[in-house]
T-cell receptor, first 112, second 113 residues
Framework: QQQVKQSPQSLIVQKGGISIINCAYE??????FPWYQQFPGKGPALLIA?????SEKKEGRFTISFNKSAKQFSLHIMDSQPGDSATYFC???????????FGTGTRLAVRP | EAQVTQNPRYLITVTGKKLTVTCSQN?????MSWYRQDPGLGLRQIYY???????DKGDVPEGYKVSRKEKRNFPLILESPSPNQTSLYFC????????????FGPGTRLTVL
């Protein structure tokens, strides 16, 4: 049972373009939604996170948009750069839970 | 430098030969966890530990064991590895109160023949 569904599986974007990765969740008890970035040969690292009391959070070129009623959240990468090429994972956590549930990942390639 | 270390980084073994993957963190984190990463399946939690001597099953615990005798160490034990345990394994740690920000190790690529 996939509690966090992520799409697309892979994404190719031209340098300077906008990369958009979407996630949907089922459990309304989830209250923390982070995105992790993973470069080849490395472990994932926290990129940005949001809680459901806000609809958007921006950090530099990275923005999370959150739609509580639709149970969806997305990562937008503005002005995408080749250095952004990585695998991105969305995740979710319950307020009373002890673990993160991850999406299946999106492999992003930004072409020069 | 704050980090999570794993050893070995690469391991090729044969079915049934017991192995241990070590994990150590130097951030004094209470929470530690093991994940496996497989293509198309993302990161799936194997076991986690909220503190010393406290461990619990994640989503895919079958075939794995863990122990948490010290705060900094959280080894993953495969008593009788099978080919379906061929995967990329990550250890992670976080501060107490829940895994809001998890710090991941560099990964261990395991191949079971």
């Amino acid at each position: 049972q996939q509690q966090v569904k992520q799409s697309p599986q892979s994404l190719i974007v031209q340098k300077g373009g906008i990369s958009i990765i979407n996630c949907a969740y089922e459990n309304t008890a989830f209250d923390y939604f982070p995105w992790y970035q993973q470069f080849p040969g490395k472990g994932p690292a926290l990129l940005i996170a949001i809680r459901p009391d806000v609809s958007e959070k921006k950090e530099g070129r990275f923005t999370i948009s959150f739609n509580k009623s639709a149970k969806q959240f997305s990562l937008h990468i503005m002005d995408s750069q080749p250095g952004d090429s990585a695998t991105y994972f969305c995740a979710a956590r319950r307020s009373s839970g002890d673990k993160l549930t991850f999406g299946t990942g999106t492999r992003l390639a930004v072409r020069p | 430098e704050a980090q999570v270390t794993q050893n070995p980084r690469y391991l090729i073994t044969v079915t049934g030969k017991k192995l241990t993957v070590t994990c150590s963190q130097n951030m004094n984190h209470e929470y530690m966890s093991w994940y496996r990463q497989d293509p198309g399946l993302g990161l799936r939690q194997i076991y986690y530990s909220m503190n010393v001597e406290v461990t619990d099953k994640g989503d895919v615990p079958e075939g794995y064991k863990v122990s948490r005798k010290e705060k900094r160490n959280f080894p993953l034990i495969l008593e009788s590895p099978s080919p379906n345990q061929t995967s990329l394994y990550f250890c992670a740690s976080a501060v107490a109160g829940g895994p809001d920000t998890q710090y991941f190790g560099p990964g261990t690529r395991l191949t079971v023949l």
